[in-house]
T-cell receptor, first 114, second 113 residues
Framework: AQSVTQLGSHVSVSEGALVLLRCNYS??????LFWYVQYPNQGLQLLLK??????LVKGINGFEAEFKKSETSFHLTKPSAHMSDAAEYFC????????????FGQGTTLQVKP | EAGVAQSPRYKIIEKRQSVAFWCNPI?????LYWYQQILGQGPKLLIQ????????DSQLPKDRFSAERLKGVDSTLKIQPAKLEDSAVYLC???????????FGEGSWLTVV
């Protein structure tokens, strides 16, 4: 079985500050991990993904995440927050056997203050 | 390349009424998914199709929800009769054969009053 826990349902940062959104997963098989962003009244947009290979993955809009197997974590970071980053962020896990069957976390709302 | 198309975008119905949502996946994508996203929660898979066959519908409330993909391309998700707790966003997604990333549509927002 697989599961995802996102620590912190709301995160608030100042513009220009570091963004850190936490995601821990549980999986009995090698995981594929994803971060999606959802802007108000819109669908889900893929930010980045880890499947195999390099554990530090870079995505769109300056975001990156590092897969740490020993910590079962896949935290999302961005060095400097921008007002346009305010959105809902979802971490999700799946595996190679059925890559579209995603298990999502509860989501983290990112607020960026001027 | 056109993305996943969904309609209608918004729907308000009274409880016990019926509603249907339509999805057209990205051209060539054999696998199609319907997810339900309740406000404040992450999306949850309802049903997965491979071409026109159902692969997984274990999370679909079959007493009121039904879905079909008759020709292996577009799909319809129906709710009848609707309950208040069905208020959610219904997201359609598709996956290319052998791919590892699914692509989501904009979603169909349902409010049951």
């Amino acid at each position: 079985a697989q599961s995802v826990t996102q620590l912190g349902s709301h995160v608030s940062v100042s513009e220009g500050a570091l963004v850190l959104l936490r995601c821990n997963y549980s999986s009995s098989v090698p995981p594929y991990l994803f971060w999606y962003v959802q802007y108000p009244n819109q669908g889900l947009q893929l930010l980045l993904k880890y499947t195999t290979g390099a554990t530090l993955v870079k995505g769109i809009n300056g975001f990156e995440a590092e897969f740490k197997k020993s910590e079962t974590s896949f935290h999302l970071t961005k060095p400097s927050a921008h007002m346009s980053d305010a959105a809902e962020y979802f971490c999700a896990v799946t595996h190679s056997g059925n890559t579209g069957k995603l298990i999502f976390g509860q989501g983290t709302t990112l607020q960026v203050k001027p | 390349e056109a993305g996943v198309a969904q309609s209608p975008r918004y729907k308000i119905i009274e409880k016990r009424q019926s509603v249907a949502f339509w999805c057209n996946p990205i051209s060539g994508h054999a696998t199609l998914y319907w997810y339900q996203q309740i406000l404040g929660q992450g999306p949850k898979l309802l049903i997965q199709f491979q071409n026109n066959g159902v692969v997984d519908d274990s999370q679909l409330p079959k007493d009121r929800f039904s879905a079909e993909r008759l020709k292996g391309v577009d799909s319809t998700l129906k709710i009848q009769p609707a309950k208040l707790e069905d208020s959610a966003v219904y997201l359609c997604a598709s996956l290319f054969q052998g791919g590892n990333t699914i692509y989501f549509g904009e979603g169909s927002w349902l409010t049951v009053v």
